[in-house]
């Protein structure tokens, strides 16, 4: 009897894995089409797709039991705010959970930029922890690239005042993961290290 049950156990949780990949493989085909034409800000101009699997990747990396709503909902991140997808489509292809964490951190794209950054420093305490989960990885990737493939015709002021906003948008959403927000941190002072070392250079 012991074999018999081992073998149903492994079943389930063939079938569990398998669901889970489907759904996540799921959210990257729609992910990939809704940013087909979509290009990074950097000088490599990579697909923009590489963003929200990138910002997924760091949620597995660093909070490996997080659920696989929350994984999905780090790739569609942004199929809102820059695709216009609607809530309701997300809800239809995947369920209520993901496509509510998405609508929570999609900004309103008809406010003017500073009001919108703005509103993310305001709303970021209210978030649910999956909705925080998403928009910290999403600001560990976006520091990350003032280092790796800067946004082309950024100086030094506007890399370092987006790290600054980026750490205070943050701030509320620490507390559901310590492993994003070392992270978080590292590349923080990476960037502003490297700009320091920069102008210490040319003062010689």
Same mark, same amino acid.
């Given at each position: 009897?012991?074999?018999?049950?081992?073998?149903?156990?492994?079943?389930?949780?063939?079938?569990?894995?398998?669901?889970?990949?489907?759904?996540?493989?799921?959210?990257?085909?729609?992910?990939?089409?809704?940013?087909?034409?979509?290009?990074?800000?950097?000088?490599?101009?990579?697909?923009?797709?590489?963003?929200?699997?990138?910002?997924?990747?760091?949620?597995?990396?660093?909070?490996?039991?997080?659920?696989?709503?929350?994984?999905?909902?780090?790739?569609?991140?942004?199929?809102?705010?820059?695709?216009?997808?609607?809530?309701?489509?997300?809800?239809?292809?995947?369920?209520?959970?993901?496509?509510?964490?998405?609508?929570?951190?999609?900004?309103?794209?008809?406010?003017?930029?500073?009001?919108?950054?703005?509103?993310?420093?305001?709303? &970021?305490?209210?978030?649910?922890?999956?909705?925080?989960?998403?928009?910290?990885?999403?600001?560990? &990737?976006?520091?990350?690239?003032?280092?790796?493939?800067?946004?082309?015709?950024?100086?030094?002021?506007?890399?370092?005042?987006?790290?600054?906003?980026?750490?205070?948008?943050?701030?509320?959403?620490?507390?559901?993961?310590?492993?994003?927000?070392?992270?978080?941190?590292?590349?923080?002072?990476?960037?502003?290290?490297?700009?320091?070392?920069?102008?210490?250079? &040319?003062?010689?």
């Amino acid at each position: 009897m012991k074999p018999r049950k081992s073998h149903v156990t492994l079943d389930v949780l063939f079938t569990t894995v398998l669901r889970f990949m489907q759904l996540l493989l799921k959210s990257v085909d729609f992910a990939a089409r809704a940013h087909r034409d979509q290009r990074r800000k950097g000088a490599a101009q990579e697909p923009y797709i590489n963003h929200p699997i990138e910002v997924s990747r760091l949620i597995i990396e660093c909070e490996p039991g997080t659920e696989e709503d929350i994984l999905c909902a780090a790739i569609l991140h942004d199929v809102i705010e820059d695709c216009g997808a609607t809530r309701d489509e997300i809800a239809a292809c995947f369920n209520d959970i993901i496509a509510d964490i998405v609508l929570e951190v999609s900004d309103d794209k008809a406010l003017p930029r500073d009001e919108r950054k703005a509103k993310q420093i305001e709303t &970021a305490p209210n978030l649910t922890n999956g909705a925080k989960l998403v928009r910290l990885a999403d600001k560990v &990737a976006n520091v990350g690239a003032m280092l790796t493939d800067t946004p082309i015709g950024w100086d030094e002021k506007q890399i370092l005042t987006y790290v600054d906003w980026a750490e205070a948008v943050i701030a509320p959403c620490r507390v559901v993961s310590d492993n994003l927000s070392d992270r978080f941190d590292a590349i923080a002072r990476d960037v502003r290290l490297f700009h320091q070392d920069q102008k210490a250079v &040319a003062g010689k």
